[in-house]
């Protein structure tokens, strides 16, 4: 009883979960493009250069540190949605997550090779890696059944509406 009110909140934050991992993956390439853009190229291989002379231990810091910066960010979002600017605020907190998502990906695909040396933190990245995967496979039936009521093709009621409404809108279309 309690596994089946539990399921909707696992499947949104599995969903939330996923959405995180698009995020890094979609964030990654568009990062690497800027870096094409902006002498970031140069500082990626200084960066890396430097990264390979560290311990494992200080490269935690340095994928760790860039974060830093961002926190302010969020307290202006914050700050912002306590005074009912609205539209700005959710401007700047989906900015700082875009930019710290991508800030750090960029960070991690530099120092990834140092940090998995150390032993709980290769853990952590196996888990989560793990984690990502029962994710996307908790949600991949709901993503399946929600295409299926789009395409209008399932035999329940919502395919059948669906349908209904396809053949409505061809109608009117057909009668301009």
Same mark, same amino acid.
């Given at each position: 009883?309690? !596994?089946?009110?539990?399921?909707? $909140? *696992?499947? #949104?934050?599995? /969903?939330?979960? #996923?959405?995180?991992? *698009?995020? *890094?993956?979609?964030?990654?390439?568009? /990062?690497?493009r800027?870096?094409?853009?902006?002498?970031?190229?140069?500082?990626?291989?200084?960066?890396?250069?430097?990264?390979?002379? $560290?311990?494992?231990?200080?490269?935690?810091?340095v994928?760790? @540190?860039?974060?830093?910066?961002?926190?302010?960010?969020?307290?202006?979002?914050? *700050? #912002?949605?306590?005074?009912?600017?609205w539209?700005?605020?959710?401007? @700047?907190?989906?900015? &700082?997550?875009?930019?710290?998502? &991508? @800030?750090?990906?960029?960070?991690?695909?530099?120092?990834?090779?140092?940090?998995?040396?150390?032993?709980?933190?290769?853990?952590?990245?196996?888990?989560?890696?793990? $984690?990502?995967?029962?994710?996307?496979?908790? /949600?991949?039936? @709901?993503? +399946?059944?929600?295409?299926?009521?789009? !395409? &209008?093709?399932?035999?329940?009621?919502?395919? +059948?509406?669906?349908? $209904?409404?396809? !053949?409505?809108?061809?109608?009117?279309?057909?009668?301009?």
């Amino acid at each position: 009883m309690m !596994r089946r009110l539990l399921k909707p $909140l *696992w499947i #949104l934050l599995a /969903v939330i979960f #996923l959405i995180e991992a *698009w995020l *890094w993956d979609h964030l990654e390439p568009i /990062v690497e493009r800027i870096v094409a853009w902006i002498p970031f190229r140069a500082f990626k291989r200084w960066l890396s250069e430097r990264v390979d002379t $560290l311990s494992p231990a200080m490269t935690l810091i340095v994928f760790a @540190v860039p974060v830093i910066p961002l926190f302010p960010l969020k307290l202006v979002g914050l *700050w #912002l949605l306590a005074n009912e600017y609205w539209i700005s605020a959710i401007v @700047v907190i989906v900015l &700082g997550k875009f930019v710290g998502v &991508g @800030v750090t990906a960029f960070i991690f695909d530099v120092t990834r090779p140092k940090l998995l040396k150390m032993q709980w933190f290769k853990k952590i990245y196996e888990f989560i890696m793990a $984690l990502r995967a029962r994710a996307a496979a908790l /949600v991949e039936p @709901v993503k +399946r059944r929600i295409a299926e009521m789009l !395409r &209008g093709d399932g035999e329940g009621w919502s395919g +059948r509406m669906l349908r $209904l409404i396809q !053949r409505f809108r061809k109608r009117v279309h057909e009668a301009r």
